[in-house]
């Protein structure tokens, strides 16, 4: 196995501009120009790497051009090649290295290694069973908003980070341009990837830009791509740990640079395309479980998730938006103007058990909507509602769509001035979306909640935009409004100077601005009643901006970091409350506070994600604080994960449970939980204890503590040692470890394969 390690300030290697006296190394490997030798990718010998040693990118080459598989792979006499390797019982099949198929289907989840997984909510052998009582997110009128996709989003929410990938830029090998906008001189396949290059030309994107790459992850990420090529990376510090082709294990050096991939040359008869940068630690489970569990632990709480920036509502493209256009899940990034696969929201959906919000095109014509309703109706799971609102904003003028919703509204003659042409073209065509939803559902339509939303500060605008809608109210089911605070508009120069302002200054003008929201609930609230809809929040939290100068961000920034912030955001929600969710007229849907967003960077442009990156400490964001204590106070739900959690693995049972209402312990029985071997008490303070998994090879268990507003810390225990003491992971440091195949996942809820639970807590 080689060992390279390459630095961003190397000048470009000239390998790829074949001449003469360098050989094409058929592709399986890459031509040195001042030695005229092919460095063979692992798994390829000879002098121009024509031995093929069936290494499959899983092993190295032996002296007889054998290999030397990786652990989960076997050689193959027969097949000359490495193959998966699995003892799987009952005869099912391999469904991966080391991972076997399951005996019956999961209906409700996804099988690894013999076993289901399942969706939040359900339990038993195949995830058949729904148990509203094992979610988090029961009875709780929380929503979140989640963050857009980009390369410099800090909010990771694939394990494959190229989905967050920038689109391809040019640059020429011989010159150092950033850059060179020669995308139209490149033929391009319908998954977004070049078909084949010029020889003097590459194409790169970036992953893990600014603060993305300051906290992620940190190991050796897999890159997997097929097709004949060569890539690259710069702008990084790097080690290659193996390089075979079509895979390598490539650490990075921290960095905020973000890391450049590069297409450096291409087969045109067969193209690199499909690449992935797999995060450490998820090689093996990426395809089945494509989300970043550390994100999914973050959303579990709220019932309801908006995809409006992962739809990319505002400015979607193109116009008209048709079903042929939309982003498909083999796309080389999920990012850019069409926003994300729907299949990825609806599956994201599926797994937490929470209820989408799907913000529909502005400029989507008939057929992409009802396209879209099949798709939910076909793919949803059954107990979940459907939130369906046209666009985003249609009345803010900073959106592509006000625009075009003016521009079609005067085609139509629906007003002779724009501004109110466009209000009423919103009408028309909300009206029209909802309409087309319910003709796909028919007799399921009572799982849609049609959403109509306008202006929230200037009530006389919503009030003639209402009025306008009429009796077409009655195709809708909710009154949407937003949420925000400004406190007392703090950021703008022309009342404040907030860089003179303490942080008990600020939280005053907060405090003074309240009767405003207070003022909002009610007018709204009245207003919904009116027409017989209930009253929701589409967006909702605190929104200092400021762009006047650095001193002024600064001082903006360092308030949502400050303890005061989190009395500020209760405040706020308290109000919602009182007026909104505990009225009795408004019960579902109404009384939904829908925050916006989950994570974002703070910047002059605003401090919006309750948490600035994924993985952040929540006791660290005192927006989180405040949200998740005003769930606990006003949602009966304190469930925050099972009660018992087994591993079966031979003939010893590894668990995590509450004796004779006592503290919850983990530990091992050796038949089969009729006594148990209690290891050393983990935490007193803790609301579920969760044993994920447990590793077959180092013999490792793996713990997670919840407490009562859901964070989660991490632990380890090797169980073979004479002394057995826990160990503190990082959260990356715990999903890397538990991840691979040689972990044996716990057992779904009430699924206990004779496992003795009578003595043992487990309601």
């Known amino acids: 196995m080689t060992l390279l390690v390459l630095f961003a ?70 097949l000359h090649k490495c193959v998966w390797d699995c003892s799987c019982s009952n005869g099912v099949q391999c469904i991966g290295p080391g991972v076997c198929d399951c005996v019956h289907a999961c209906k409700y989840g996804t099988c690894w290694n013999g076993q289901c997984e399942c969706w939040e909510g359900y339990k038993g052998a195949t995830c058949n069973v729904f148990d509203k009582n094992i979610m988090m997110n029961r009875n709780i009128s929380v929503g979140m ?32 341009q950033w850059d060179t906008h020669e995308h139209d001189t490149i033929t391009w396949r319908d998954d977004g990837y070049p078909a084949s290059l010029p020889s003097d030309m590459l ?141 990825y929201l609806i599956h994201l959906t599926n797994i937490v058990g929470a209820d989408p919000w799907f913000n529909q095109p502005h400029a989507a014509d008939d057929d992409f909507i009802r396209h879209f309703a099949n798709m939910t109706k076909a793919s949803l799971r059954p107990e979940l509602k459907m939130y369906i609102e046209y666009s985003n904003e249609v009345w803010n003028g900073i959106f592509q769509q006000t625009k075009y919703s003016k521009q079609e509204g005067m085609k139509l003659g629906l007003d002779t001035h724009d501004w109110k042409a466009g209000l009423k073209f919103y009408n ?13 559902f028919g007799s399921d339509s009572d799982r849609l909640i049609p959403v109509w939303a306008w202006q ?31 406190c007392d508009h703090v950021t ?91 009225d009795p007229y408004n019960t579902h849907p109404g009384g939904l506070f829908n925050y916006f967003a989950s994570v974002s960077t703070y910047s002059k442009y605003g401090s919006w994600g309750m948490m600035e990156f994924t993985g952040q400490d929540p006791y660290t964001s005192p927006k989180y604080l405040a949200v998740h204590r005003y769930i606990n106070r006003h949602f009966n739900n304190q469930y925050m994960g099972p009660a018992c959690s087994f591993v079966l693995f031979n003939n010893t049972v590894y668990g995590c449970y509450r004796q004779n209402n006592q503290n919850v312990h983990c530990g091992m029985s050796t038949d089969h939980g009729t006594h148990w071997t209690n290891y050393p008490l983990l935490s007193t303070n803790t609301s579920a204890l969760i044993l994920d998994g447990y590793d077959v090879i180092n013999h ?52 206990h394969h004779g496992i003795n639970i009578n003595q043992l807590d487990c309601n």
């Open 700 to 751: 490792a268990i793996f713990v997670r503590n919840v407490d009562d507003i859901a964070v989660n810390t991490f632990y380890t225990m090797d169980t073979s040692q004479q002394y057995l003491q826990w160990k503190s992971l990082t959260f990356s440091d715990y999903y890397r470890l538990v991840s691979p195949a040689t972990v044996r996942r716990r057992m779904t809820n009430g699924d």
């Open 9 to 78: 300030v190397l000048s470009v290697c000239q390998c790829f501009l074949l001449d003469s006296n360098c050989p094409h190394c058929n592709w399986n490997g890459v031509c040195n120009t001042q030695s005229g030798k092919c460095t063979c990718y692992e798994g390829f010998k000879g002098t121009d790497c024509s031995t093929d040693c069936g290494c499959q990118g899983h092993g190295v080459c032996t002296q007889d051009n054998t290999c030397v598989c990786d652990s989960g792979w076997k050689w193959s006499k027969s």
């Open 492 to 582: 703008s120069q022309s009342k404040h100077d907030i860089t003179q302002l303490s942080m008990a200054d600020i939280r005053a003008l907060c405090k003074k601005d309240l009767p405003k929201s207070i003022n909002d609930f009610h007018y709204f609230m009245n207003m919904s009643k009116t027409y017989n809809l209930k009253l929701l929040m589409y967006e909702g939290g605190p929104g200092l901006e400021s762009s006047r100068n650095n001193n002024a961000t600064d001082h903006a920034i360092a308030f949502n970091r400050h303890d005061l912030a989190e009395d500020a955001t209760a405040d706020v929600l308290e109000a919602w409350y009182d007026i909104v969710t505990a």
């Open 145 to 176: 908003n989640l963050g857009g996709l980009s390369y410099w989003s800090p909010e990771l929410k694939f394990v494959d980070i190229v989905k967050q990938s920038q689109e391809w830029i040019t640059e020429h090998h011989t010159t150092h």
């Open 428 to 440: 028309k065509r909300s009206t029209e979306t909802v309409d087309l939803w319910k003709a796909v």
């Open 456 to 486: 929230t500060g200037y009530h006389d605008y919503t009030r003639q935009a209402i009025v306008d809608l009429g009796t077409r109210a009655s195709h809708f089911k909710g009154l949407a409004i937003t949420g925000y605070f400004g």
């Open 203 to 343: 194409v790169g994107k970036l992953v893990l830009r600014a603060s993305a790459g300051t906290h992620g992850p940190q190991g050796n990420f897999t890159l997997l791509y097929d097709g004949d090529g060569e890539i690259g990376f710069s702008l990084v510090r790097y080690t290659i740990h193996y390089n075979g082709k079509g895979r390598m294990l490539v650490e990075f050096h921290e960095g905020s640079g973000g890391i450049f991939i590069k297409i450096m040359r291409t087969n045109s008869k067969n193209p690199v395309h499909n690449i992935r940068l797999i995060l450490p630690g998820f090689e093996d489970r990426h395809e089945l479980f494509p989300f970043y569990p550390p994100f999914l632990e973050n959303i579990k709480r709220y019932s309801e998730l908006r995809f409006m920036d992962m739809l990319h509502t505002n400015g979607h493209t193109p116009e008209p938006t048709t079903w042929d256009t939309r982003r498909l899940q083999n796309f080389h990034t999920q990012t850019g103007t069409k926003g994300c696969a729907i299949e």
